[in-house]
């Protein structure tokens, strides 16, 4: 197919229920650019809250690395938290409707002292400290609260990705409920696994590795078209892959997932982080090298915390998805639910293999 005038709505491999529409002409409609924020690059700010030596402007450390002198990562409560544990009793409306109380922990994770430093631009080491602050954190908030069932940890950088600070730093909410996002996931993989007998995650995994796979009419058995799956890769390391979602909801969006097996990310290791950090540093400058200064949502999808977790554990593959922000959702997909992507993931991922990544 011409990837030039591509019109396809691709059904999520995931979860079955959501799709995205390819429409590569899209792109090509009249619109007026801007140019990208420019990124504050300052060392320090001295009004910033977050920059090292601004401690009193922030609610009191909840953990920080190291423990003692100059902090690298420092993590404290959200001063207006979207949940939070005051318990406050929550409005009974009349009828069908319901409420659950909004309970729960939102703190922010300081990622770097450095004020304006991209991500692509923290060392391997810091990346893989990072990641052991997410999982640290979780551990915790799980072990010391029986009322949480999930936490989702995510990255806002930018004013079109919502981030509301300028100084590099990830969230972490642990919530009462396991968001539907992560439940349709974890259902949709399990009823793969029962029907197949593999994980979804490493099966698509597998596929991203393949040079060459056929498509077959499952009527007759004619041949319909050879598809290079490979083509979807876009980084690997000795243990995680960076791959371009087959139905991309993002122009440049990325998923990152361990290469074997693994559904909980509070059973990765310092081997893992190490790895991992090579790969998100990797990816994030090929897409800074393409796209330019990205602003961009990440986050973790794992596991939920709850009893029959263990159910899940042989089905789902934890990841993490980043989500550049390079256009507005339009009132279609407002209202239909179904995104829009104007590039088709198989050029998408061309583009970014073709950037030389110096170590």
Avoid at 141 to 151: G, H, V
Avoid at 228 to 234: D, G, H, P, S, W
Avoid at 319 to 345: A, K, M, Q, Y
Wanted: some cysteine; proline content about 7%; hydrophobic content about 40%.
């Amino acid at each position: 197919m011409d990837n030039a005038n591509i019109r396809e709505i691709r059904i999520d491999p995931i979860v079955p229920t959501q799709s995205v529409l390819i429409s590569t002409a899209r792109g090509n409609r009249p619109r007026r650019d801007e140019a990208p924020p420019a990124r504050d690059e300052r060392a320090f700010v001295e009004t910033c809250p977050f920059c090292r030596g601004n401690e009193d402007l922030t609610p009191p450390v909840a953990y920080q690395v190291p423990a003692r002198d100059e902090w690298e990562i420092r993590v404290v409560k959200n001063p207006f938290p979207i949940l939070a544990d005051d318990q406050l009793p929550p409005g009974l409306p009349p009828g069908i409707q319901q409420v659950i109380e909004g309970y729960g922990h939102h703190e922010v994770i300081i990622d770097h002292f450095n004020h304006g430093i991209a991500l692509h631009q923290f060392s391997e080491r810091h990346l893989a400290l990072l990641f052991t602050v997410y999982r640290d954190r979780m551990r915790f908030l799980y072990n010391a609260d029986p009322r949480i069932k999930y936490i989702l940890v995510f990255k806002n950088f930018g004013k079109s990705a919502g981030g509301s600070m300028a100084h590099t730093h990830s969230q972490l909410i642990a919530m009462p409920i396991v968001p539907h996002n992560v439940y349709d996931e974890v259902q949709s993989s399990l009823l793969f696994y029962k029907k197949s007998g593999a994980c979804i995650f490493c099966t698509l995994i597998n596929e991203a590795m393949t040079l060459e796979t056929t498509a077959y009419d499952r009527r007759d058995g004619e041949k319909l078209q050879n598809y290079e799956t490979a083509k979807y890769l876009v980084e690997r390391g000795r243990k995680f892959v960076a791959v371009k979602p087959f139905a991309s909801r993002y122009e440049w969006e990325v998923h990152i997932l361990p290469m074997e097996h693994q559904g909980n990310f509070l059973e990765a290791g310092a081997d893992d982080f190490a790895d991992l950090a090579r790969v998100l540093r990797r990816t994030m400058a090929r897409l800074h090298a393409v796209v330019g200064e990205l602003q961009y949502n990440y986050f973790l999808h794992t596991l939920p915390h709850q009893e029959n977790s263990s159910d899940f554990a042989d089905s789902f593959h934890w990841h993490l998805e980043i989500c550049p922000r390079t256009s507005i959702p339009s009132g279609f997909e407002l209202g239909s639910g179904l995104f829009v992507n104007s590039i088709s993931p198989e050029e998408a991922a061309a583009k970014l293999r073709r950037v030389v990544i110096e170590d």
